[in-house]
Nanobody, 122 residues
Framework: QVHLVESGGGSVSAGGSLSLSCKASGFNQYCTYAMSWYRQAPGEEREFVAGFDPDVRPTYAASLEGRATFSRPNGGKSIYLQLHGLKPEDTAMYIC???????????????WGQGTQVTVSS
């Protein structure tokens, strides 16, 4: 069973920075897993933040372009999200997601972590 554990959230003032981490366990060595960050604010839909598909460069939500840096060192089981120039509207639960890709041995499936809270005050 895949487990995703996030850390690094907190409360900062506008303009501040945070570094988020997500560590996965339970990956099947014969399968390929994409990993991404999403966020969800109270009363809002969950939205894509940043992700890295194998062999593709990171992509970001337009609202965070230039203020976020996504990384997945060596395509491993951990991903990171560095957030800069935070704004009050960035306040949300930041949630790690992993997607197991379809292959001969593997069925597609999506996994979610519990999230880490980011709160930005004005």
């Amino acid at each position: 069973q895949v487990h995703l554990v996030e850390s690094g959230g907190g409360s900062v003032s506008a303009g501040g920075s945070l570094s988020l981490s997500c560590k996965a366990s339970g990956f099947n060595q014969y399968c390929t897993y994409a990993m991404s960050w999403y966020r969800q604010a109270p009363g809002e839909e969950r939205e894509f933040v940043a992700g890295f598909d194998p062999d593709v460069r990171p992509t970001y939500a337009a609202s965070l372009e230039g203020r976020a840096t996504f990384s997945r060192p060596n395509g491993g089981k951990s991903i990171y999200l560095q957030l800069h120039g935070l704004k009050p509207e960035d306040t949300a639960m930041y949630i790690c997601q992993s997607e197991r890709r379809r292959s001969y041995y593997c069925a597609p499936e999506v996994y979610w972590g519990q999230g880490t809270q980011v709160t930005v005050s004005s």
